[in-house]
């Protein structure tokens, strides 16, 4: 527990799933992709290293600072105040809702976990109290065991598909960023749809992204990359990577028919000179990671950045922002969209019931009818009708805040009724 956090281990689980309340469109999408090939064949193009976090966290900064510091979006804060406040407003009668209702939210390609550490202080400010999963294909930069103060790290691959179908509909809110260099225009539908099978009926899914068409390093308005930045976007191109991946996503979503779906883009050029200079050095530094990764790979990686050995690969590396005046930029998406269904619980029981004393309306129910006088003229004898046996009615009892509860009979045997 720190500050009313609270973050629990995620363990592989077969969960029952209750209906998910899909549209037709999107329960057929969903199944359909699942006989397409979940795993990536193609490499990871950035590095994964000490260096690489260091990266990584500058990035993180950069993105708070032109989000404003506000890493939540307010229609996903509304909704896990809602959720909270339902556990809140649970009856006194009822022992086992007095507990709080944690909130879960899962961070993919997590990398370091610095998003999740830095909405820790958003939601206990909110009063909102959550359990926070990170996961990442790699381990490598998550923090050492005895330094997560209560994040829960997992590694798992975004197109894992049974992986994802195991953990079943577990988060309220699934936050994910920076995947434009890993995942392919199809491989991001799969990586979407298996989000949507981790997240509750009613959750938030939320996407960052940079695309690569959008990046650009300049002087004065024309190209100042000496080349890098456009080899870098070409070669994304052959690897088929989603050079609009942000424009894709959403609408992705919108083709899913997902909720309250919301497309933010944030461009560079509208942030202060502080913010541009941090990317100056997050951009070089991120070239550098490139261009090191194709050495790694070999002759066939580097030609496809341009470079026709691993010695002018490097001398290219050395010149990287020497050049004053230049400016790197780029555009943030934020795309989010909520899973159809979770806005009405209903729980009905039908037997085996032990909450909350008697309702009036059942002690009334019991009591027996006062005699009322009969008339004082004498009543015409009628012919006694032969007594029908009827079956006994179907009761129900839906439990309501408070002492009382309300029975409801049915009184039609027709299943066509309503």
């Known amino acids: 527990m720190v500050g009313g956090i609270r973050v629990i281990g995620v363990r592989p689980l077969v969960l029952a799933r209750p209906g998910f309340n899909y549209s037709p469109q999107l329960l057929f999408s969903q199944f359909e992709r699942r006989n397409m090939s979940t795993i990536t064949k193609e490499p990871y193009l950035l590095n994964v290293d000490e260096e690489a976090s260091k990266r990584l966290n500058l990035q993180h900064d950069i993105l708070t600072r032109m989000l404003d510091g506000k890493l939540i979006p307010e229609p996903v804060i509304k909704r896990l105040e809602s959720i909270q406040g339902s556990g809140r407003s649970m009856s006194y009668d009822w022992p086992a809702c007095k507990q709080v ?43 050492p065991e005895d330094k997560r103060e209560d994040v829960d790290f997992h590694t798992l691959n975004i197109l894992d598909t049974p992986a994802f179908e195991e953990i079943g509909p577990t988060y309220h809110y699934i ?6 260099s890993v995942l392919t225009k199809e491989e991001w539908k799969v990586a979407i749809d298996n989000c949507l099978e981790i997240l509750k009926p009613g959750g938030f899914l939320h996407f960052e992204e940079i695309p690569f068409g959008e990046l650009s390093i300049e002087k004065d308005g024309a190209p100042a990359s000496g080349g890098v930045l456009e080899k870098l976007q070409a070669s994304m191109k052959l690897l088929k990577r989603d050079l609009d991946c942000g424009n894709n996503i959403y609408y992705y979503l919108e083709e899913l028919e997902l909720w309250e779906t919301e497309h933010r883009k944030i461009d560079l050029r509208d942030c202060d000179e502080e913010v ?24 066939a990686a580097l030609k496809r950045l341009g470079f026709e050995s691993k010695e002018a690969a490097l001398e290219r590396t050395a010149s990287l922002g020497k050049d004053p005046g230049t400016q790197a930029y780029f555009v943030l998406h934020s795309i ?21 004393v008697k309702s009036d309306l059942e ?21 006694e009708e032969e007594e029908v046996q009827e079956e006994p009615l179907q009761s129900f009892v839906v439990p309501r805040r408070g002492r009382f509860q309300v029975s409801y009979t049915v009184t039609s045997a027709d299943t066509e009724s309503k």
Not at 121 to 129: A, F, R, V
Not at 276 to 299: S, Y
Not at 364 to 376: R, S, V, W
């Open 101 to 143: 209702k944690y909130i879960k939210v899962a961070d993919l390609a997590t990398g370091t976990g610095i998003w999740l550490y830095s909405i820790r202080k958003q939601l206990e400010e909110l009063g909102l109290k959550a359990e926070l999963h990170g996961y990442d294909l790699h381990d490598n930069q998550f923090p």
């Open 175 to 180: 936050h994910a960023r920076l995947l434009t």
């Open 363 to 383: 002690e009334a129910e019991e009591k027996e009818p006062e005699e009322i006088p009969g008339p004082a003229f004498e009543e015409p004898e009628v012919e």
């Open 336 to 356: 989010l969209g909520r899973k159809p269904g979770g806005s009405f619980a209903l729980q009905l029981t039908s037997g085996g019931y032990r909450g909350p």
């Open 276 to 299: 541009k200079q941090m990317q100056n050095v997050n951009a070089r530094l991120g070239l550098e990671e490139f261009i090191t990764n194709a050495i790694a790979r070999g002759p």
